[in-house]
């Protein structure tokens, strides 16, 4: 009678479900795994397996996640690290303010107490303050806070700075990215059409030149959305905030380019090594790593005392 009901109650199971309990029934006692024809050996071998496979899979579920928090916390330390550095360096030569406006003073020289490495280390800390905000906002939150290093991990290049990518992380996501800016440049040199950088050098002294290239780069104020957002996506900047965000974030940007050029400048761009020709490329969105390339674009660049936002803007589609 009991079999009987216990016949019954696997009708209704699934046969998965029934193949698992008769298994686990049977390597327990071995006058039922006689009774269902399963040797008793093979029960507990298969068991037995089965339990190291569901013990192996914990184990290396809690490791990954030891491994993630252990990154994450060193990802603190130096981001807390890069805070401090950014503060003495403010509290020793002031706050780093960016205009519009060249770094010179009435003898010629340059007035930015800043070197360029500083500056540099200045602002890319404020950036990545910046895109760890969303981060910061899910710890606050009850309960999801616990699982916020995991979302992070799983959306590192918009929820993760720099301090927080691997080797190899970092040099995927920044290749990803560069090849982003490119696919929105191409559509940019195709619009500028015959206008070439040797023509912009030799015109940009003459008043016909500069009236004409007023036409061809206009200001940002009067640029419609779309080719806003294309010009904000070769400068990595996000193409999703409203106009009016998206126009003061890519002036920002260029003026800080403007102020990184004239320090160049002055450190005399012909002195400097191989690795920071690389960096000079990749933040100007220029496809070669040439030495040349880093003289042309400060030769035009540097040729103003105020930032040429919209020329800065489509510059890079000039480097062909």
Same mark, same amino acid.
């Given at each position: 009678?009991?079999?009987?009901?216990?016949?019954?109650?696997?009708?209704?199971?699934?046969?998965?479900?029934?193949?698992?309990?008769? $298994?686990?029934?049977?390597?327990?006692?071995?006058? &039922?795994? +006689?009774? !269902?024809?399963?040797?008793?050996? @093979?029960? *507990?071998?298969?068991?037995?397996?089965?339990?190291?496979?569901?013990?192996?899979?914990?184990?290396?579920?809690?490791?990954?996640?030891?491994?993630?928090?252990?990154?994450?916390?060193?990802?603190?330390?130096?981001?807390?690290?890069?805070?401090?550095?950014?503060?003495?360096?403010?509290?020793?030569?002031?706050?780093?303010?960016?205009?519009?406006?060249?770094?010179?003073?009435?003898?010629?020289?340059?007035?930015?107490?800043?070197?360029?490495?500083?500056?540099?280390?200045?602002?890319?800390?404020?950036?990545?303050?910046?895109?760890?905000?969303?981060?910061?906002?899910?710890?606050?939150?009850?309960?999801?806070?616990?699982?916020?290093?995991?979302?992070?991990?799983?959306?590192?290049?918009?929820? $993760?700075?720099?301090?927080?990518?691997?080797?190899? &992380?970092? +040099?995927? !996501?920044?290749?990803?990215?560069? @090849?982003? *800016?490119?696919?929105?440049?191409?559509?940019?040199?195709?619009?500028?059409?015959?206008?070439?950088?040797?023509?912009?050098?030799?015109?940009?002294?003459?008043?016909?030149?500069?009236?004409?290239?007023?036409?061809?780069?206009?200001?940002?104020?009067?640029?419609?959305?779309?080719?806003?957002?294309?010009?904000?996506?070769?400068?990595?900047?996000?193409?999703?905030?409203?106009?009016?965000?998206?126009?003061?974030?890519?002036?920002?940007?260029?003026?800080?380019?403007?102020?990184?050029?004239?320090?160049?400048?002055?450190?005399?761009?012909?002195?400097?090594?191989?690795?920071?020709?690389?960096?000079?490329?990749?933040?100007?969105?220029?496809?070669?790593?040439?030495?040349?390339?880093?003289?042309?674009?400060?030769?035009?660049?540097?040729?103003?005392?105020?930032?040429?936002?919209?020329?800065?803007?489509?510059?890079?589609?000039?480097?062909?």
């Amino acid at each position: 009678m009991m079999w009987r009901r216990s016949t019954d109650v696997y009708r209704f199971a699934s046969i998965r479900t029934v193949q698992h309990l008769q $298994l686990w029934s049977a390597s327990r006692d071995p006058m &039922l795994s +006689k009774y !269902l024809g399963i040797p008793y050996y @093979s029960c *507990r071998c298969m068991t037995v397996q089965s339990d190291n496979q569901q013990h192996g899979s914990m184990s290396d579920a809690l490791k990954k996640l030891g491994t993630m928090i252990k990154a994450f916390t060193l990802g603190t330390k130096n981001l807390y690290y890069d805070v401090k550095r950014m503060r003495q360096l403010q509290k020793t030569h002031g706050k780093l303010v960016i205009t519009n406006k060249a770094p010179l003073s009435e003898t010629g020289f340059t007035k930015c107490p800043f070197k360029l490495e500083e500056v540099q280390f200045i602002y890319q800390t404020k950036s990545d303050l910046i895109k760890m905000l969303p981060t910061v906002t899910l710890f606050m939150v009850p309960l999801v806070g616990y699982v916020a290093p995991v979302i992070a991990f799983m959306f590192p290049q918009h929820l $993760l700075s720099r301090q927080f990518w691997t080797d190899d &992380l970092k +040099k995927g !996501l920044e290749h990803k990215e560069f @090849s982003t *800016r490119m696919q929105h440049l191409t559509p940019l040199s195709l619009e500028l059409g015959n206008t070439s950088l040797p023509l912009l050098k030799q015109q940009l002294d003459s008043n016909e030149g500069v009236q004409k290239y007023a036409t061809t780069f206009p200001q940002l104020t009067s640029i419609e959305r779309s080719k806003l957002a294309t010009l904000s996506g070769v400068w990595g900047v996000s193409p999703l905030l409203p106009k009016f965000f998206l126009q003061k974030r890519l002036e920002q940007h260029l003026n800080y380019i403007f102020l990184c050029d004239w320090l160049l400048r002055h450190e005399n761009p012909a002195d400097i090594q191989e690795k920071e020709v690389s960096k000079f490329c990749i933040e100007r969105c220029l496809q070669g790593n040439r030495r040349e390339d880093v003289t042309n674009w400060i030769s035009v660049s540097t040729h103003y005392r105020e930032c040429p936002t919209s020329l800065l803007a489509h510059l890079p589609a000039l480097f062909k």
